[in-house]
Each structure stands twice: as C-alpha cells, then as structure tokens.
Nanobody, 126 residues
C-alpha cells in the first residue's frame, strides 16, 4: 500500500519562503507522477504543480515563477519550494501521486491521482 505524508507547512510573513516535503512509503520501482494541491474552506481543491517521471513540471498560473517542484526518487520524496509567498497562498497543501509515467506536461484533475496525503497547513500573514 502506498502512503504519503506531507511536512514543512507553517506560518510565515508575506514575501517569505517555505519548502514542503512529501515522503512516500510502499512505492514500487514503477514510474509515478506527483502533484501538489491546495484547498481553502469552501473552495475546490486546486492543483498548483505536477511532475512526471519524465521530469517535466507544470504549474498553475497563480504560482508560476514562485513555486518549484522537484523530486528525489531514491527516497520517494517530492518537494514544493515556495518563494515570495502571499496571503492568497494560505491553504491546506496536499501531496498526491499515481502510477503513471507522464502528466503530459500539464496539470490534471484530482481524480487522476490515486494516493493522497493528509495535508500540511500553510499560513501567510500580511
């Protein structure tokens, strides 16, 4: 069974930075795609970044140029480096994964992913 766990959330001032981590257990050597989502109360879950086994990254327009996603395959770990954070970035951030080779170079709906973490809270103050 694949299990994901996020960490690295916290509270930071506007303009600050955070790096979120997602560590997976139970993964095989098969190729996986990874996504980072965020959600605020009363809103739909939004994908902000995705990366495939081909190494291609995709970002939502709202975070492009500020967030960077990367992966460390030997540890089955992915990261989300968040810079120049704004209050609008405040949300619960979730890690997701699925046994796919590629995202096709674009963001994809939540139902594309089979495995999900429980989330890590990010709070940005002005």
């Amino acid at each position: 069974q694949v299990h994901l766990m996020e960490s690295g959330g916290g509270s930071v001032r506007s303009g600050g930075s955070l790096r979120l981590s997602c560590v997976a257990s139970g993964m095989t050597d098969a190729s996986y795609v990874w996504g980072w989502f965020r959600q605020v109360p009363g809103k739909e879950r939004e994908e902000v970044a995705a990366i495939g086994s081909d190494g291609h990254e995709s970002y939502a327009d709202s975070v492009k140029g500020r967030f960077t996603m990367s992966r460390m395959r030997p540890k089955s770990t992915v990261y989300l480096e968040m810079n120049n954070l704004e209050p609008e970035d405040s949300a619960m951030y979730y890690c997701a994964a699925d046994q796919r080779y590629s995202t096709g170079g674009h963001l994809i709906p939540p139902d594309y992913y089979k495995y999900w973490g429980q989330g890590t809270q990010v709070s940005i103050s002005s």
